[in-house]
């Protein structure tokens, strides 16, 4: 590991990150972190068109090329689409990446989402970060125990909604209005989701429901931006000796909070 500190942002599937995550992800790109994106699915479901070892190599494609808008490194899904589930065997592997990265920074979804995946995908990162010093979780592959503080937090559900309806406030607005065109060109990579998305879930536009997303994140915040992405910080026990909001210092002015 350099001497860098790290921001990992985490995804359920290939874009994930992209609609709810990047541009925050940039901003701390520019603050000298060194940014990967980790997807647990590998994106084998987003298709109506391509069988499961093309669009799985697709997917992988299309996520290096986005994380490469950023200077990111991407990590590959461990698992099919709606096969993310919360299972030892998984978690053993998520453990791993959290030892080999030990990121200080953890973006992920939200608790309560749309669907099961996001929500697995959150769980997991919880307890990987969690148990990432605990010498008798045996990881795999096996990696040695890390200690580092780790701060986590959940950004906003897709489309500001938990899977009942109810409207998720975020506690911390950041500022991406800067970055909503770097945004836009991470996810106007993911070139065979865009079909995909307009087929399954009658989305006009991808690249335009992430700006909408965006727009009415920074609706919420207190003073008002064009665009933002929003975030709830986990709890830090388990996480850090100290409570702390290293998202909030490190990008000062960007962050708005209520
Ligand atoms: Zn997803």
């Known amino acids: 590991m350099s001497d860098k500190k790290v921001a990992l942002a985490v995804g359920a599937h290939p874009d994930d990150v992209e609609f709810t995550m990047a541009g925050t992800l940039a901003a701390l790109g520019d603050a000298g972190y060194e940014l990967h994106i980790f997807t647990v699915g590998n994106g084998n479901c987003g298709t109506a068109v391509y069988d499961h070892n093309e669009i799985c190599r697709l997917r992988a494609a299309e996520g290096h090329a986005a994380a490469s808008v950023v200077g990111a490194t991407y990590h590959e899904?461990?698992?099919?689409?709606?096969?993310?589930?919360?299972?030892?065997?998984?978690?053993?592997?998520?453990?791993?990446?959290?030892?080999?990265?030990?990121p200080e920074i953890v973006l992920t979804h939200s608790p309560n989402d749309y669907m099961e995946d996001h929500q697995n995908t959150c769980r997991l990162m919880v307890t990987a970060c969690f148990c990432r010093g605990m010498r008798n979780w045996i990881s795999n592959p096996a990696r040695v125990p890390t200690f580092q503080d780790v701060y986590l937090y959940h950004a906003n559900p897709h489309g500001n909604c938990d899977g009942m309806r109810n409207l998720v406030v975020p506690s911390l607005f950041v500022d991406i209005s800067d970055k909503i065109d770097v945004k836009e060109e991470m996810l106007r990579r993911h070139v065979s989701q865009k079909e995909w998305l307009d087929k399954s879930q009658g989305m006009d536009s991808y690249l335009m429901t992430m700006r909408e997303i965006c727009g009415e994140i920074g609706e919420m915040a207190p003073r008002g931006l064009a665009y933002a992405e929003g975030f709830r910080q986990h709890h830090f026990l388990g996480m850090s000796a100290e409570d702390k909001d290293p998202l909030s210092d490190v990008l000062g002015s960007r962050v708005q909070k209520q």
């Open 77 to 102: 899904g461990l698992v099919n689409d709606i096969e993310i589930f919360y299972d030892e065997m998984t978690l053993r592997r998520v453990t791993a990446l959290v030892r080999e990265l030990e």
